[in-house]
């Protein structure tokens, strides 16, 4: 964190690393609570998300996110994905790339499937925002 003083006033300012760090801790907790508006809230636009074998969604506006999180749940017993590891690895004023591994897991908390990624959060009009998630084939999986 960065503090400034100006005519007596002290004045702070979240360094690009913090800010992108809150709004992708702020998309786990959306995703978590499944709430697609959150979730899009948290985005900025155009959204990109590149899966496991490079299939590529692209989310023009805050109505495109709808993810289908009943069948996530049916599907995969999924109740709640965990961050891993985050780790900047590059970063600008308005930009960080995260490298990522993710965990989803089951309802005791153990995990079914690990992820690793690169999280791309930018800054658009002064809102930080995850842009581009780039997710690699699983590291570690088991089957329900």
């Not at 900025?44 to 749940?73: C, H, K, Y």
């Amino acid at each position: 964190m960065v503090v400034f003083a100006l005519h007596g006033q002290v004045l702070t300012q979240e360094s690009p690393e913090a800010a992108a760090r809150a709004a992708l801790d702020e998309y786990f907790r959306a995703w978590n609570a499944a709430d697609n508006e959150a979730i899009a809230a948290v985005s900025n636009f155009p959204r990109v998300s590149v899966g496991p074998s490079g299939q590529i969604v692209v989310r023009d506006s805050a109505e495109d996110i709808a993810i289908d999180f009943d069948t996530l749940r049916a599907a995969e017993l999924w109740d709640h994905s965990t961050l891993d590891l985050v780790d900047v690895a590059h970063s600008s004023e308005d930009k960080v790339h995260f490298r990522v591994v993710a965990s989803r897991r089951y309802v005791d908390g153990s995990p079914y499937r690990t992820n690793p990624g690169l999280y791309i959060v930018t800054q658009q009009d002064g809102h930080w925002g995850l842009q581009l998630q780039s997710v690699l084939p699983a590291t570690f999986s088991t089957t329900p």
